[in-house]
Nanobody, 116 residues
Framework: QVQLVESGGGLVQPGGSLRLSCVAS????????MTWYRQVSGKERELVAG????????NYVDSVKGRFTISRDNNKNTVYLQMNRLKPEDTAIYYC?????????WGPGTQVTVTS
C-alpha cells in the first residue's frame, strides 16, 4: 500500500533552516507528482510546494518563494523540502502528499516550530 513518511521537523529560531524528507513506498514514485502541504491548527491545509515526476518543474506558494526549495531523488523514493530563512509564520505541521488514480495520500506529518 502507499506509504509516505515525513521526517526532519523540529524547533528552530527565526532565520534558521530545516530540511524535511519524505520517503515513499508502495507505488511507482518516479511516475507521480509530489507535493508538500502545511497546516496550522484551526486552518485549512495549504499547498506549499510541488514537483513533477521528473523533477524538472516546481511550483511554490508565494509566501515561501525564494526561501523554500522542493527537490526529489527518484532513486531513493524521497522528496525533500529545504526551508531557509524560516519565519514564525512558517510554524505548522508539514505533510507529504501524492495523488494517485483519484485518491490523495498523506503522511502523518512532521511538526515545524519557528520561535525565538
Amino acid at each position: 500500500q502507499v506509504q509516505l513518511v515525513e521526517s526532519g521537523g523540529g524547533l528552530v529560531q527565526p532565520g534558521g533552516s530545516l530540511r524535511l524528507s519524505c520517503v515513499a513506498s508502495g507505488f511507482s514514485f518516479s511516475t507521480y507528482r509530489m507535493t508538500w502541504y502545511r497546516q496550522v491548527s484551526g486552518k485549512e491545509r495549504e499547498l506549499v510546494a510541488g514537483i513533477i515526476s521528473s523533477g524538472g518543474v516546481t511550483n511554490y506558494v508565494d509566501s515561501v518563494k525564494g526561501r523554500f526549495t522542493i527537490s526529489r531523488d527518484n532513486n531513493k523514493n524521497t522528496v525533500y523540502l529545504q526551508m531557509n530563512r524560516l519565519k514564525p509564520e512558517d510554524t505548522a505541521i508539514y505533510y507529504c502528499n501524492t495523488y494517485i488514480r483519484g485518491l490523495n495520500y498523506w503522511g502523518p506529518g512532521t511538526q515545524v516550530t519557528v520561535t525565538s
